[in-house]
Protein backbone atom coordinates (compact mmCIF):
# COMPACT_ATOMS: atom_id res chain seq x y z
CA UNK A 1 0.00 0.00 0.00
CA UNK A 2 1.07 3.64 -1.23
CA UNK A 3 1.59 6.05 1.99
CA UNK A 4 2.51 10.10 1.71
CA UNK A 5 3.51 11.96 4.24
CA UNK A 6 3.34 15.33 4.82
CA UNK A 7 7.09 15.74 3.91
CA UNK A 8 6.90 13.91 0.19
CA UNK A 9 4.51 16.33 -0.38
CA UNK A 10 6.86 19.40 0.64
CA UNK A 11 9.72 18.27 -1.14
CA UNK A 12 7.74 17.60 -4.12
CA UNK A 13 6.11 21.28 -4.03
CA UNK A 14 9.52 22.94 -3.70
CA UNK A 15 10.86 21.10 -6.69
CA UNK A 16 7.77 22.07 -8.69
CA UNK A 17 6.68 25.37 -7.66
CA UNK A 18 10.20 27.66 -8.15
CA UNK A 19 10.79 26.46 -11.70
CA UNK A 20 7.13 26.76 -12.40
CA UNK A 21 6.97 30.38 -11.14
CA UNK A 22 9.89 31.35 -13.27
CA UNK A 23 8.69 29.50 -16.10
CA UNK A 24 5.23 31.23 -15.62
CA UNK A 25 6.51 34.88 -15.33
CA UNK A 26 8.50 34.24 -18.59
CA UNK A 27 5.50 32.98 -19.96
CA UNK A 28 3.00 35.80 -18.80
CA UNK A 29 5.31 38.03 -20.46
CA UNK A 30 7.29 36.88 -23.99
CA UNK A 31 5.68 37.13 -27.37
CA UNK A 32 3.33 34.82 -28.31
CA UNK A 33 2.65 32.86 -25.13
CA UNK A 34 1.45 36.17 -23.68
CA UNK A 35 -1.48 36.89 -26.34
CA UNK A 36 -4.45 37.35 -25.21
CA UNK A 37 -6.37 34.99 -27.37
CA UNK A 38 -3.79 31.98 -25.97
CA UNK A 39 -5.81 30.83 -22.65
CA UNK A 40 -4.59 30.93 -18.97
CA UNK A 41 -5.44 26.98 -19.09
CA UNK A 42 -2.91 26.83 -21.79
CA UNK A 43 -0.51 28.69 -20.15
CA UNK A 44 -0.81 26.98 -17.21
CA UNK A 45 -0.31 23.56 -18.72
CA UNK A 46 2.49 24.33 -20.88
CA UNK A 47 4.42 25.67 -17.72
CA UNK A 48 3.26 22.65 -16.22
CA UNK A 49 4.83 20.59 -19.15
CA UNK A 50 7.87 22.54 -19.23
CA UNK A 51 8.47 22.49 -15.63
CA UNK A 52 8.60 18.69 -15.59
CA UNK A 53 11.37 18.43 -18.38
CA UNK A 54 13.39 20.83 -16.53
CA UNK A 55 13.06 19.42 -13.00
CA UNK A 56 14.97 16.23 -13.23
CA UNK A 57 18.16 18.33 -15.04
CA UNK A 58 18.15 20.88 -12.32
CA UNK A 59 19.20 21.21 -8.44
CA UNK A 60 16.17 23.18 -6.29
CA UNK A 61 17.31 24.16 -2.90
CA UNK A 62 15.18 22.64 -0.09
CA UNK A 63 13.51 25.98 1.23
CA UNK A 64 10.58 25.74 3.28
CA UNK A 65 7.33 27.55 1.17
CA UNK A 66 5.42 29.06 3.94
CA UNK A 67 8.68 30.92 5.24
CA UNK A 68 10.02 34.49 4.72
CA UNK A 69 13.12 33.00 2.88
CA UNK A 70 10.50 31.17 0.46
CA UNK A 71 8.85 33.83 -0.32
CA UNK A 72 11.61 35.98 -1.21
CA UNK A 73 13.21 33.07 -3.35
CA UNK A 74 9.46 32.96 -5.12
CA UNK A 75 9.77 36.35 -5.68
CA UNK A 76 12.99 36.58 -7.04
CA UNK A 77 12.15 33.74 -9.69
CA UNK A 78 9.31 35.57 -10.57
CA UNK A 79 10.77 38.58 -11.42
CA UNK A 80 13.84 36.61 -13.01
CA UNK A 81 11.09 34.80 -15.81
CA UNK A 82 9.11 38.04 -16.26
CA UNK A 83 12.76 40.36 -16.81
CA UNK A 84 13.40 37.41 -19.06
CA UNK A 85 10.18 37.51 -20.94
CA UNK A 86 10.31 41.11 -21.29
CA UNK A 87 14.06 41.06 -23.25
CA UNK A 88 11.98 38.92 -25.93
CA UNK A 89 8.66 41.50 -25.72
CA UNK A 90 10.72 44.33 -26.59
CA UNK A 91 11.88 43.37 -30.43
CA UNK A 92 7.91 43.34 -31.05
CA UNK A 93 7.70 46.88 -29.48
CA UNK A 94 10.54 47.78 -31.56
CA UNK A 95 8.50 46.74 -34.53
CA UNK A 96 5.88 48.45 -33.59
CA UNK A 97 7.56 51.41 -33.34
CA UNK A 98 8.79 51.56 -36.89
CA UNK A 99 5.27 50.94 -37.71
CA UNK A 100 4.18 53.98 -36.02
CA UNK A 101 6.66 56.19 -37.25
CA UNK A 102 5.66 54.75 -41.05
CA UNK A 103 1.83 55.12 -40.08
CA UNK A 104 2.98 59.11 -39.01
CA UNK A 105 4.79 59.85 -42.32
CA UNK A 106 2.17 58.56 -44.56
CA UNK A 107 -0.87 60.59 -43.03
CA UNK A 108 -2.61 57.67 -41.39
CA UNK A 109 -2.03 58.99 -37.85
CA UNK A 110 -5.59 58.80 -37.87
CA UNK A 111 -5.90 55.03 -38.27
CA UNK A 112 -5.92 53.23 -35.10
CA UNK A 113 -8.12 51.01 -33.22
CA UNK A 114 -8.01 49.08 -30.19
CA UNK A 115 -5.78 46.89 -29.12
CA UNK A 116 -6.95 44.18 -26.90
CA UNK A 117 -3.10 42.95 -26.35
CA UNK A 118 -1.40 46.27 -25.06
CA UNK A 119 -4.66 47.64 -24.03
CA UNK A 120 -4.76 51.02 -25.95
CA UNK A 121 -4.91 52.64 -29.51
CA UNK A 122 -2.67 51.18 -31.98
CA UNK A 123 -1.84 52.35 -35.57
CA UNK A 124 -3.02 49.87 -38.35
CA UNK A 125 0.05 50.02 -39.82
CA UNK A 126 1.65 49.06 -36.05
CA UNK A 127 -0.30 46.07 -35.78
CA UNK A 128 0.41 44.78 -38.95
CA UNK A 129 3.83 45.39 -38.44
CA UNK A 130 3.44 43.61 -35.06
CA UNK A 131 1.70 40.77 -36.81
CA UNK A 132 4.35 40.08 -39.39
CA UNK A 133 7.34 40.33 -36.71
CA UNK A 134 5.19 37.37 -35.17
CA UNK A 135 4.74 35.61 -38.36
CA UNK A 136 8.16 35.92 -39.09
CA UNK A 137 9.07 34.93 -35.11
CA UNK A 138 7.05 31.59 -35.33
CA UNK A 139 8.81 30.79 -38.96
CA UNK A 140 12.57 30.94 -37.37
CA UNK A 141 11.05 29.20 -34.40
CA UNK A 142 10.89 32.06 -31.99
CA UNK A 143 9.34 30.09 -29.51
CA UNK A 144 11.24 27.18 -29.51
CA UNK A 145 14.64 29.35 -29.02
CA UNK A 146 12.70 30.87 -25.84
CA UNK A 147 11.74 27.48 -24.17
CA UNK A 148 15.33 26.59 -24.88
CA UNK A 149 16.76 29.70 -23.27
CA UNK A 150 14.30 29.38 -20.52
CA UNK A 151 15.68 25.63 -19.48
CA UNK A 152 19.28 27.25 -19.87
CA UNK A 153 18.50 29.67 -17.43
CA UNK A 154 18.62 27.16 -14.71
CA UNK A 155 22.26 26.95 -15.09
CA UNK A 156 23.16 30.18 -15.63
CA UNK A 157 21.20 31.49 -13.19
CA UNK A 158 20.55 28.64 -10.32
CA UNK A 159 17.80 28.42 -7.95
CA UNK A 160 19.86 29.98 -4.58
CA UNK A 161 18.58 32.71 -2.09
CA UNK A 162 20.01 35.72 -2.65
CA UNK A 163 22.80 35.00 -5.52
CA UNK A 164 20.90 37.11 -8.51
CA UNK A 165 20.46 41.11 -9.58
CA UNK A 166 18.83 42.39 -12.33
CA UNK A 167 21.34 44.04 -14.86
CA UNK A 168 19.87 47.60 -14.71
CA UNK A 169 22.01 49.02 -17.18
CA UNK A 170 21.43 46.26 -19.62
CA UNK A 171 17.47 46.76 -19.25
CA UNK A 172 18.23 50.63 -20.05
CA UNK A 173 20.17 50.31 -23.36
CA UNK A 174 17.72 47.71 -24.56
CA UNK A 175 15.14 50.29 -23.96
CA UNK A 176 17.45 52.74 -25.86
CA UNK A 177 17.49 50.10 -29.31
CA UNK A 178 13.60 50.39 -29.48
CA UNK A 179 14.63 53.89 -31.22
CA UNK A 180 17.13 52.84 -33.05
CA UNK A 181 16.45 49.51 -33.94
CA UNK A 182 12.48 51.21 -34.91
CA UNK A 183 13.96 53.46 -37.15
CA UNK A 184 16.17 51.22 -39.09
CA UNK A 185 13.03 49.34 -39.80
CA UNK A 186 11.26 52.37 -41.05
CA UNK A 187 14.03 54.08 -42.80
CA UNK A 188 12.94 53.32 -46.26
CA UNK A 189 9.29 54.40 -46.10
CA UNK A 190 10.54 57.58 -44.51
CA UNK A 191 12.95 58.26 -46.52
CA UNK A 192 11.04 58.15 -49.90
CA UNK A 193 8.42 59.67 -48.35
CA UNK A 194 10.66 62.74 -47.29
CA UNK A 195 12.13 62.85 -51.14
CA UNK A 196 8.16 62.77 -52.02
CA UNK A 197 7.67 65.71 -49.93
CA UNK A 198 10.17 67.55 -51.26
CA UNK A 199 8.88 66.80 -54.64
CA UNK A 200 5.37 68.02 -53.80
CA UNK A 201 6.96 71.28 -52.40
CA UNK A 202 8.82 72.01 -55.59
CA UNK A 203 5.99 71.07 -57.36
CA UNK A 204 3.81 73.48 -55.25
CA UNK A 205 6.26 76.34 -55.97
CA UNK A 206 6.01 75.91 -60.09
CA UNK A 207 2.49 75.34 -60.08
CA UNK A 208 0.77 77.16 -57.02
CA UNK A 209 -2.60 76.92 -58.60
CA UNK A 210 -2.47 73.25 -57.75
CA UNK A 211 -4.23 71.87 -54.96
CA UNK A 212 -1.60 70.32 -53.18
CA UNK A 213 -3.56 69.32 -49.88
CA UNK A 214 -5.96 67.04 -52.43
CA UNK A 215 -3.14 65.11 -54.68
CA UNK A 216 -0.71 65.22 -52.18
CA UNK A 217 -2.67 63.07 -49.49
CA UNK A 218 -3.31 59.91 -51.83
CA UNK A 219 0.29 60.32 -53.38
CA UNK A 220 2.17 60.11 -49.96
CA UNK A 221 -0.33 57.00 -48.83
CA UNK A 222 0.48 55.60 -51.80
CA UNK A 223 4.38 55.36 -52.08
CA UNK A 224 4.10 54.77 -48.29
CA UNK A 225 2.17 51.38 -49.23
CA UNK A 226 4.40 51.13 -52.03
CA UNK A 227 7.73 50.69 -50.37
CA UNK A 228 6.45 49.28 -47.29
CA UNK A 229 5.69 46.19 -49.42
CA UNK A 230 9.03 46.34 -51.45
CA UNK A 231 10.71 46.69 -48.04
CA UNK A 232 9.32 43.71 -46.52
CA UNK A 233 11.44 41.27 -47.46
CA UNK A 234 14.44 42.85 -46.23
CA UNK A 235 12.73 42.94 -43.17
CA UNK A 236 13.46 39.11 -41.90
CA UNK A 237 16.69 39.42 -41.58
CA UNK A 238 17.30 42.14 -39.25
CA UNK A 239 14.57 40.68 -37.40
CA UNK A 240 15.90 37.05 -37.27
CA UNK A 241 19.15 38.97 -35.84
CA UNK A 242 17.49 40.64 -33.13
CA UNK A 243 15.73 37.51 -32.26
CA UNK A 244 19.62 36.20 -31.79
CA UNK A 245 20.53 38.73 -29.75
CA UNK A 246 17.40 38.60 -27.55
CA UNK A 247 18.16 35.07 -27.12
CA UNK A 248 21.82 35.98 -25.54
CA UNK A 249 20.36 39.25 -23.72
CA UNK A 250 17.66 37.13 -21.80
CA UNK A 251 20.07 35.45 -19.82
CA UNK A 252 22.24 38.50 -19.35
CA UNK A 253 20.15 40.73 -17.89
CA UNK A 254 19.89 38.92 -14.94
CA UNK A 255 23.31 38.20 -12.92
Known amino acids: MLTLHSADL???????????????????????FSHGSVPNRIKLGLGLIITLAVV??????????????????????????ISMGFVMRLLFTAV?????????????????????????????????????????????????MVITTLAQSFVAIPIVDGQWHLNAQSIAQLGSHIFSQGLLLALPVIASLLLTNMALGILTKAAPQLNIFGIGFPITISVGLVMTWISLPTMVQPISRWLVDAQQLMLQVVR
Open 10 to 32: QHWVIQLLWPLTRILGCIAVAPL
Open 56 to 81: PTIEVPTIAPFSMPGFLSLLAQLLIG
Open 96 to 144: EMAGFMMGMSMGLGFASFYDPQTEGQTMAVAQVMTMLALLIFMALDGHL
